[in-house]
C-alpha cells in the first residue's frame, strides 16, 4: 500500500481557506485517494474520495495533479467546528485504503 | 453510508479481565475490519473479520489476544483479552461501503484498564 506523508500540524484562523497536502508517491495505478475528518472521542469520518482531477463535494474539495503523487484537501472558510485531525489514505479499487498515517492536526482558532 | 453500532461505549476494566466489544451495522457489508487507536496515535489495523471463517490478523496482533467473531454479515464481535493498561485505546468496528472504496466507522469502544 502507497505510503502517505502529510504535515503533523496546521493552524488557521476562522473563515479562511485551509489546504492540506498529502505525499503518496508510490501510489499505484488502480489506488484511490480518500481523506477523513476525526474529531476526538469519535470514529474517524469520510469527506472526499478522488482518483484524479479534481472533486468537489458540500465540505471540501480534492484537488489531485496528473502525476497524482499528491493530493490536496482544501476546506473552504473554516470554523472552529473544523478542528480536528484529518487522514489522508491511498488504496486500491479492491476495496479500501487499511493503514492509517499520523494524520494533520488542524487547529482553528477565532 | 452504512451505519455502524458498537457496545459498549465507553468501560472501565480490571487487569486480566476480558471485554467484548460488538459491532452492528445496518446493513450486510462484505468487509469488516477492526482497529485500535492508542491515546494520542493513528489509527492501527487489528485484524479483517471474515464472514464464516477466521479472521486476518494483522503483524503483532494474536488471535489469543484479540479473538474475532463473524457470525453474519451484519455483525462481529472483538474481544480483548487479559486486559493490562496498554490496551487502553479506542477499538472501532468499520466497513466498506457498498459504492466504492469507502470505509465507514463506528463511533469507538473507549477501554480503559485499570
Known amino acids: 500500500l502507497a505510503k502517505t506523508t502529510q504535515p503533523i500540524s496546521m493552524d488557521s484562523y476562522e473563515g479562511q481557506e485551509v489546504n492540506i497536502t498529502c505525499s503518496h508517491n508510490?501510489?499505484?495505478?488502480?489506488?484511490?485517494i480518500t481523506w477523513y475528518q476525526q474529531f476526538p472521542s469519535q470514529g474517524p469520518r469520510f469527506i472526499i474520495q478522488g482518483y484524479k482531477t479534481k472533486v468537489t463535494n458540500e465540505v471540501a474539495s480534492l484537488f489531485i495533479p496528473a502525476d497524482r503523487k499528491s493530493s490536496t484537501l482544501s476546506l473552504p472558510r473554516v470554523s472552529l467546528s473544523d478542528t480536528a485531525v484529518y487522514y489522508c489514505l491511498v488504496g486500491g479499487l479492491s476495496g479500501y485504503a487499511l493503514n492509517f498515517g499520523k494524520g494533520t492536526s488542524l487547529l482553528v482558532t477565532p | 453510508s452504512a451505519v455502524i453500532s458498537q457496545k459498549p461505549s465507553r468501560d472501565i476494566c480490571q487487569r486480566g479481565t476480558s471485554l467484548t466489544i460488538q459491532c452492528q451495522v445496518d446493513?450486510?457489508?462484505?468487509?469488516m475490519f477492526w482497529y485500535r487507536q492508542q491515546p494520542g496515535q493513528s489509527l492501527t489495523l487489528i485484524a479483517t473479520?471474515?464472514?464464516?471463517?477466521?479472521?486476518?490478523?494483522e503483524s503483532g496482533f494474536v488471535i489469543d489476544k484479540f479473538p474475532i467473531s463473524r457470525p453474519n454479515l451484519t455483525f462481529s464481535t472483538l474481544t480483548v483479552s487479559n486486559m493490562s493498561p496498554e490496551d487502553s485505546s479506542i477499538y472501532l468496528c468499520s466497513v466498506v461501503g457498498r459504492v466504492g472504496n469507502t470505509i465507514y466507522f463506528g463511533e469507538g469502544s473507549w477501554l480503559t484498564v485499570v
Open positions: 508510490n501510489i499505484a495505478t488502480n489506488d484511490y
Open positions: 446493513s450486510q457489508v462484505t468487509m
Open positions: 473479520a471474515n464472514q464464516g471463517s477466521e479472521a486476518t490478523y
